[in-house]
């Protein structure tokens, strides 16, 4: 097991020596970075995908991994930070339908990646005073429906919006720019 996982992070640094390369090869050399490409969505592909499903179905170890194709992004998420992250999703979006479901996982994984939140899902998720399910303790005893996994794995594979950080029930939040309205939630970037 532990050398599967070994293997899976070479591969990984590999993937992103790839990308750091190719941001460095100037515009001129498009051709040889395509050629990069390729053989990086293979190597995925071929080495990583399969190695890394047979990790992530053991109940002790399920680890996910997403991969966005083109621009590299991949998302290696442990058992503890889905767990939170279905237990945040369903306590915030369980009436919101698969949609808001969807919308609600991007508005945590999005925040993940910005620089003006915690870079993980336990620390989006637990930063003081962001979550009503969290202050509340909601999150801690709820169960969660297949649909909600089913809108974190389609977010996990390709996000639907990557640039709305906060969503509020009644009215936009007063942070950030008005985005738009699904069900009871108003989502802002």
């Not at 936009?172 to 985005?179: A, I, Q």
Request: charged share 30%; glycine share 4%.
């Amino acid at each position: 097991m532990k050398f599967k996982v070994l293997i899976i992070f070479e591969v990984l640094i590999f993937l992103i020596s790839i990308i750091l390369l190719s941001l460095t090869i100037k515009s001129s050399k498009v051709e040889a970075i395509e050629i990069e490409r390729i053989r990086a969505d293979k190597l995925f592909n071929e080495q990583i995908n399969e190695e890394v499903e047979e990790v992530a179905q053991t109940e002790e170890n399920r680890l996910t991994i997403a991969y966005q194709g083109e621009d590299y992004t991949l998302t290696i998420i442990s058992k503890e930070d889905l767990d939170v992250l279905e237990r945040c999703v369903e306590a915030e979006a369980g009436n919101q339908g698969l949609l808001g479901k969807q919308y609600v996982t991007d508005v945590i994984l999005n925040r993940m990646y910005s620089d003006d939140y915690p870079n993980s899902i336990i620390g989006v998720i637990y930063q003081e005073n962001q979550f009503e399910v969290v202050n509340c303790g909601t999150i801690e005893t709820i169960n969660v429906s297949e649909e909600t996994k089913e809108a974190i794995q389609l977010e996990l594979e390709s996000r639907l919006d990557e640039s709305i950080i906060h969503f509020k029930t009644k009215d936009y939040h007063k942070f950030g720019e008005p985005m738009f309205q699904h069900k009871d939630h108003y989502f802002s970037k």
